[in-house]
Nanobody
């Protein structure tokens, strides 16, 4: 059973930075997608960044140039480094993963991901 546990959320001022980490365990396959999603109050869950275990990252337009998704295979963790944060980035952030046999690309919809962490709050004040 795959388990994902996020850490690293918190409160920062506009222009600040945070790094979220997702510790993954229980993988039994090599080809998978990992991703970070977020959900603000009253809004739908949206993709922030996704990445295939064998591929390049894909980012939502609203975070390009500010956020970076990375993976540490040795530690079975994947991170989301967030810079130049603004109040519109305030949300609960979730890491997610799913087996995906097509290498190089990942889906950008929450419905396509099977496993989810519990979420971590990110609050950005003006």
């Amino acid at each position: 059973q795959v388990q994902l546990v996020e850490s690293g959320g918190g409160s920062v001022q506009s222009g600040g930075s945070l790094t979220l980490s997702c510790a993954a365990s229980g993988y039994t396959y090599r080809d998978y997608c990992m991703g970070w999603f977020r959900q603000a109050p009253g809004k739908e869950r949206e993709a922030v960044a996704v990445r295939h275990s064998i591929g390049s990252p894909q980012y939502a337009d609203f975070v390009k140039g500010r956020f970076t998704i990375s993976q540490d295979n040795g530690m079975n963790t994947f991170d989301l480094q967030m810079t130049n944060l603004n109040p519109e980035d305030t949300a609960i952030y979730y890491c997610a993963s799913s087996h995906w046999s097509v290498p190089g690309t990942c889906p950008f919809q929450a419905a396509d991901f099977t496993y989810w962490g519990q979420g971590t709050q990110v609050t950005v004040s003006a």
